[in-house]
């Protein structure tokens, strides 16, 4: 059974920083892209960035280039989100999510999320 | 504002059916495929179509997708009051390279 398990979030001053994790199992990890999503509450998703299987690419949405930083750990199976210099619209709940295969197919499978509030 | 333009909302009565509009550039949805994701309040979003119009194990055959030109559709037979929820479209922009991108949700409401 995929199971996808996020930590790290919490409250942190604007301008702060935090890493989120995002711990898979019940697939060959290193196989697969995987994404990190995330929704402010009451609103809509919101693509962050990706990686591809074994990490060799890496994609970002134009909002968060420069200060998020998306990277994986294939021996621990574990995904990593590096939040740097934090802003009050970044405060959301922040999901892992697994893709199909690659990094442009579907998401079949969703963590329950991390939230991250940005607040002085 | 979202890349992909979805209702805010839909509503029909239970048992009777309805459709999700999910519109964008031909370049996003003519080139790539859609795929579909149900939120239930509270809950993480879950994949309910795939490539279009498949649907993953488990899905019941109630809800179809399809696909024509820039627009792809959400159907929903049989509405039952557990099906409230927010839908979502989302596909990957191999044109302007942003990543992946959704449709900014439909609440649906089964009266």
């Known amino acids: 059974e995929v199971q996808l398990l996020e930590s790290g979030g919490g409250l942190v001053q604007p301008g702060g920083s935090l890493r989120l994790s995002c711990a898979a199992s019940g697939f060959t990890f290193t196989n697969y892209a995987m994404s990190w999503v995330r929704q402010t509450p009451g609103k809509g998703l919101v693509w962050v960035s990706g990686i591809s299987g074994g990490g060799g690419a890496t994609y970002y949405a134009d909002s968060v280039k420069g200060r998020f930083t998306i990277s994986r750990d294939d021996s621990k199976n574990t995904l990593y989100l590096q939040i740097n210099s934090l802003r009050a619209e970044d405060t959301a709940l922040y999901y892992c999510a697994k893709n199909f295969r690659y990094s442009s197919d579907y998401y079949d499978y969703w963590g329950q999320g991390t939230l991250v509030t940005v607040s002085s | 504002q979202s890349v992909l333009t979805q209702p805010p909302s839909v509503s029909a009565a239970p048992g009777q059916k309805v459709t999700i509009s999910c519109s964008g550039s031909s370049s996003i949805i003519g080139n790539n495929h859609v795929s579909w994701y149900q939120q239930l309040p509270g809950t993480a979003p879950k994949l309910l179509i795939y490539?279009?119009?498949k649907r993953p194990s488990g899905i019941p055959d109630r809800f179809s997708g399809s696909k024509s030109g820039t627009s792809a559709t959400l159907g929903i037979t049989g509405l039952q009051t557990g099906d409230e929820a927010d839908y979502y479209c989302g596909t990957w922009d191999s044109i302007l390279g942003a990543g992946w991108v959704f449709g900014g949700g439909t609440k649906l409401t089964v009266l």
């Open positions: 490539e279009n119009n």
